[in-house]
């Protein structure tokens, strides 16, 4: 059985900090939906009614361009082990890429990872938590560091050029794209 919320509350902020990994999705018009992964020390609650996570460069850029015409995204959490739980935010949402007037204030909650290309900031509508008994019990083991090795490895005028000719959807919708490379810590 779903409970819906207003906001989040001091139970929720719990299972959200002890969670790996999370899920966003986001639809446009005339577009896919999109529905990503996402890992790292990435996400913060900022309260009751605001959360954002830290987005780094990688293989697309829908959530941003999604964002940039319909604004609806959802985030789920899933908890792997006790108790069963599955927790949606369902909200509003935009990007706040480096270049941004708010991003000092935005990316001050965060340790910036190589890599990183911009934020979403997201006003919560509701909040959903449903059963999960479903939902498998897994263990998680370690992060995969991959993506920021790759990134941290990167030539900072390279990977410029390669985040600006990321201006575009799979399905043509323009993007915003940012104005610098983050090294990170």
């Known amino acids: 059985m779903a409970d819906f919320f207003d906001a989040l509350d001091e139970k929720h902020i719990a299972m959200i900090g002890k969670q790996p990994v999370f899920f ?15 890992g790292y020390d990435a996400f913060r609650v900022l309260g ?22 319909d604004g609806r995204i959802t985030v789920m959490f899933c908890n ?15 990007a706040v890429l480096p270049q941004d007037a708010d991003w000092a204030e935005l990316s001050a909650h965060f340790d910036l990872l190589p890599g990183t290309r911009q934020i979403f900031d997201i006003a919560v509508e509701s909040v959903q938590t449903s059963c999960g008994w479903g939902v498998p ?4 083991t370690d992060e ?10 990167s030539d900072p005028e390279e990977w410029l050029a390669r985040a600006r000719g990321r201006d575009r959807s799979i399905d043509g919708i323009e993007v915003r ?4 490379y983050i090294s990170g810590e």
């Open 24 to 38: 966003v999705a986001t639809a446009a018009e005339d577009a896919r939906i999109n529905l990503s992964p996402k």
């Open 48 to 69: 009751p009614t605001r959360v954002a996570y830290l987005d780094l460069a990688g293989s697309g850029n829908e959530t941003h361009a999604h964002l940039s015409k």
């Open 144 to 153: 995969r560091a991959t993506l920021k090795k790759a990134h941290a490895q």
């Open 80 to 94: 792997f082990d006790r108790p069963a739980l599955i927790l949606r935010i369902y909200g509003t949402g935009r």
């Open 137 to 140: 019990f897994m263990e998680f």
């Open 177 to 180: 794209t940012t104005d610098r």
